[in-house]
Nanobody, 120 residues
């Protein structure tokens, strides 16, 4: 099967930076779009940023100019560089990847999430 493993969350002060990573592994034939979502308790999960296999990116308005999504296709890994963090960025961040598997189907996979807390 396929697994997505996130890393890099933690506690940071307002104005600080964090870098999240997410590596996909398993029965992967190819990886299409990869991205990051976040969820606050009691609210819906929302898109943060997404990047296609060709490098096209899209961001939520709330993070434009502060967050940068990138990927290493050779490693099936997506990154999220988060700068100028604000308390309202506090959430569980989830990695998402659209993957074509060796079992000849395409589906979305999710990581287990990593907590980012922005607080002084």
């Amino acid at each position: 099967q396929v697994q997505l493993v996130e890393s890099g969350g933690g506690l940071v002060q307002p104005g600080g930076s964090l870098r999240l990573s997410c590596a996909a592994s398993g029965s992967i034939r190819s990886v299409n779009a990869m991205g990051w979502y976040r969820q606050v308790l009691g609210k819906q999960r929302e898109l943060v940023a997404v990047i296609t296999s060709g490098g096209t990116t899209n961001y939520a308005d709330s993070v434009k100019g502060r967050f940068t999504v990138s990927r290493d296709n050779a490693k099936n890994t997506v990154y999220l560089q988060m700068n100028s963090l604000k308390p309202e960025d506090t959430a569980v961040y989830y990695c998402n990847a659209n993957i074509y598997t060796y079992f000849n189907f395409v589906r979305d996979y999710w990581g287990k999430g990593t907590l980012v807390t922005v607080s002084s």
